[in-house]
T-cell receptor, first 112, second 110 residues
Framework: DGGITQSPKYLFRKEGQNVTLSCEQN?????MYWYRQDPGQGLRLIYY???????QKGDIAEGYSVSREKKESFPLTVTSAQKNPTAFYLC???????????FGPGTRLTVL | EDQVTQSPEALRLQEGESSSLNCSYT??????LFWYRQDPGKGPEFLFT?????EEKEKERLKATLTKKESFLHITAPKPEDSATYLC???????????WGAGTKLIIKP
């Protein structure tokens, strides 16, 4: 699992609801990332965090929010302001020695 | 503008038929080029990191090479289990964000 766990694997949301996707890492790495993947497109960065209590917006942050209260946890909230939230969401951690990102298994979010 | 283009979008091969996937990139100061394999419904699995032109890395039937403008992922005598989408990403010197290509879907027929 690349040292990253994501839950749930599948998530269904009604329009107008906020949902939170979980991402946990057990390898004490500082940097964590959230990506969105749509069919036929490259991964797009939503948010990333280099250290606890600090995070930066990526290319498509609108309609999303994150928190980083603990080093091992980086949850993503998909808010009702996100107009097209149906997608596959991936969380990653980065090793500082090689800059390599390792991914979790992903969460598939579907809006009903 | 930093960008990554992968070709072809899809590639169908017979088992044992060797070929190459291409990743062309434009980036301000290459810090690293990364190859990943992704199976349907799963997260990307790390394969290789290349740091400088001329560098090569191998893993089983896969070999990655790097020039100043592109990288190739060579697959030798592929097997059906090599079927997957292969993703390429680059990191420039300016930050720790990766720029991703759209991927090449590889299908190996038995």
């Amino acid at each position: 699992d690349g040292g990253i766990t994501q839950s749930p694997k599948y998530l269904f949301r009604k329009e107008g609801q906020n949902v939170t996707l979980s991402c946990e890492q057990n390898l004490n790495h500082d940097a964590m990332y959230w990506y969105r993947q749509d069919p036929g497109q490259g991964l797009r960065l939503i948010y990333y965090s280099q250290i606890v209590n600090d995070f930066q917006k990526g290319d498509i942050a609108e309609g999303y929010s994150v928190s980083r209260e603990k080093k091992e946890s980086f949850p993503l909230t998909v808010t009702s302001a996100q107009k097209n939230p149906t997608a596959f969401y991936l969380c990653a951690r980065r090793t500082t020695s090689t800059d390599t990102q390792y991914f979790g298994p992903g969460t598939r979010l579907t809006v009903l | 503008e930093d960008q990554v283009t992968q070709s072809p979008e899809a590639l169908r091969l017979q088992e044992g038929e060797s070929s190459s996937l291409n990743c062309s990139y434009t980036v301000s100061g290459l810090r690293g080029l990364f190859w990943y394999r992704q199976d349907p419904g799963k997260g990307p699995e790390f394969l290789f990191t290349l740091y400088s032109a001329g560098e090569e890395k191998e893993k089983e039937r896969l070999k990655a090479t790097l020039t100043k403008k592109e990288s190739f992922l060579h697959i030798t005598a592929p097997k059906p289990e090599d079927s997957a989408t292969y993703l390429c990403a680059v990191q420039g010197n300016s930050n720790y964000q990766l720029i991703w290509g759209a991927g090449t879907k590889l299908i190996i027929k038995p």
